[in-house]
């Protein structure tokens, strides 16, 4: 089966992508249905929801924002504009790239799926579900911040990777993407973050406390 897909869409793109999706759909809705409502609970309903708002991590951009700059200078605003960079391209090649050319409907906008789960935010996204920008966004700073602070933090930097992952699964969480919708936003965000960390520490040099 997954040959035939392969062949299909090799030779016609829209209907390998159409098969494809037939394909992973339903276990896409079952383990979003899952994590939507048999494993939730009252707390994970209450906070889950903010964890994918910006404002939320204000007080950790800040820090790092401030502990990059007061420790290292000018290296630390060649730091900040690396997260720029990452940051950017992770918006260009997951909203603006893949949305413009993969669509999938939300779960949250799909009739059939939507009556089965639970919704926690305001609106519902009208752009393709694929692929997930907060978790290819997060995964690509994760993976930033693993590779240039990690002679800083030490294995501190590994909970990048945990604060990633609780935005993304948030996501779904939430009702407004499916679980491959968001492994493959945190495949190409780590694959983001991994060229622009090695940029940097190539280029910029690696950060060490003196």
Known sequence: MLFFI???????????????????????????THINQDWSSTFLDTVLPFMRETFFWIPLYLFLVLFVTMNFGLRG?????????????????????????????????????AQHIRFFINYCPKSSSFTSSHACSHFAQAMFF???????????????????????YTQV????????????????????????GKLFNNKIGILRLA
């Open 77 to 113: 605003l060649w730091w900040l504009l690396g997260i720029v960079l990452t940051a950017a391209l992770s918006d260009i090649i997951s909203s603006q790239i893949i949305k413009q050319h993969v669509m999938r409907v939300r779960p949250c906008q799909d009739a059939s799926v």
């Open 173 to 196: 969480y939430v009702g407004v993407h499916y679980p491959f919708d968001v492994f493959c936003g945190a495949l190409i965000g780590c694959g983001i973050g991994f060229a622009t």
């Open 6 to 32: 392969f062949v299909t869409m090799i030779f016609d793109p829209a209907a390998g992508l159409l098969t494809f999706w037939q394909q992973i759909q339903p276990f896409d809705t079952w383990l979003l």
């Open 146 to 168: 693993f590779l240039t602070l990690r002679t800083v933090l030490g294995r501190w930097t590994g909970l990048f990777f945990v604060w990633a992952f609780v935005i993304a």
